[in-house]
């Protein structure tokens, strides 16, 4: 017998918020995670907020993110939660519901610091997305869609980073470039020669690290705007192409998010 707790009382404060355009091509629409519930919220006539589709997920949810394949109309959106999966969900307006477009697993479940699920960020063009967790591992998924116009996700490319700990990770705006993601990130490996805390905010500057999918995995194809696998090295670790960082002050990691942060990059 396996049992699972509901609460008589429904969660109410909201950790995750993404805008897109999820049931339709002009519609401005919200969706909200309050814990373990997911909902999709529309602004009415009236001015008001009304809530469109509120679901439970039986699990935490803990990163969200939106993304639109290039040429499409709608939104898809992106998952990060407690499972060790990363979950693509699409809405379906006539059955009123979040369909489960894609689930792939890559740990164990549970909110662990090394288990992928804390930060989600997806491409601007809709070609790749990251999900990371708070210390050392991330994945990359390439996204496409295939001949019926159905959406296509790759196997995971390893962008790991031992000693580090993440503080916020976002995707930068690089045109029809390679995809490039950035991440905050403290280096701990020294922590054991340092006696307190204290010592280690004195000794480590955050870093600014920047990762890129390579040539030989990411190919725009201009003229069906698709993506191109090579299969072949699929599996090849993001550090081995392009990997640098930029040393951050104290105040830019405190004071400013990642997302206000404008960098510009280009792949050597």
């Given at each position: 017998m396996f049992l699972y707790n509901l609460t008589l009382s429904r969660p109410s404060g909201i950790q995750c918020a993404i805008y897109g355009n999820f049931s339709a091509p002009k519609a401005q629409e919200v969706v909200v995670s309050r814990g373990r519930i997911l909902e999709l919220i529309r602004p009415g006539d009236n001015g008001r907020l009304q809530i469109i589709l509120s679901t439970d997920v039986f699990g935490c949810i803990r990163s969200l993110a939106t993304f639109r394949l290039t040429g499409a109309q709608r939104d898809y959106i992106i998952v990060g939660s407690d499972s060790g999966r990363i979950v693509i969900l699409d809405y379906n307006k006539d059955k009123n519901?979040?369909?489960k477009v894609h689930q792939e697993t890559f740990g164990r479940s549970g909110c662990r610091r090394?288990?992928?699920?804390?930060?989600?960020?997806?491409?601007?063009?809709?070609?790749?997305?990251?999900?990371?967790?708070?210390?050392?591992?991330?994945?990359?998924?390439?996204?496409?869609?295939?001949?019926?116009?159905?959406?296509?996700?790759?196997?995971?490319?390893?962008?790991?980073?031992?000693?580090?700990?993440?503080?916020?990770?976002?995707?930068?705006?690089?045109?029809?470039?390679?995809?490039?993601?950035?991440?905050?990130?403290?280096?701990?490996?020294?922590?054991?020669?340092?006696?307190?805390?204290?010592?280690?905010?004195?000794?480590?500057?955050?870093?600014?690290?920047?990762?890129?999918?390579?040539?030989?995995?990411?190919?725009?194809?201009?003229?069906?705007?698709?993506?191109?696998?090579?299969?072949?090295?699929?599996?090849?670790?993001?550090h081995s192409t392009f990997s640098f960082s930029y040393i951050l002050s104290s105040s830019l990691l405190f004071d400013q998010k990642l997302s206000t942060l404008h960098c510009i990059a280009r792949c050597s």
């Open positions: 519901q979040f369909v090394i288990v992928p699920g804390q930060y989600v960020a997806a491409d601007p063009k809709g070609r790749a997305c990251i999900i990371g967790a708070a210390e050392k591992q991330k994945f990359v998924y390439v996204l496409n869609r295939d001949s019926a116009a159905n959406l296509t996700i790759s196997s995971p490319l390893e962008a790991h980073k031992s000693h580090n700990i993440v503080f916020s990770m976002c995707a930068l705006d690089c045109g029809f470039d390679n995809p490039i993601f950035a991440a905050i990130e403290l280096d701990y490996s020294d922590a054991d020669q340092v006696s307190s805390i204290c010592s280690i905010g004195r000794c480590q500057a955050p870093y600014l690290h920047l990762w890129c999918v390579p040539d030989g995995i990411f190919q725009q194809n201009e003229q069906s705007q698709q993506v191109v696998l090579a299969t072949s090295r699929e599996q090849q670790s993001l």
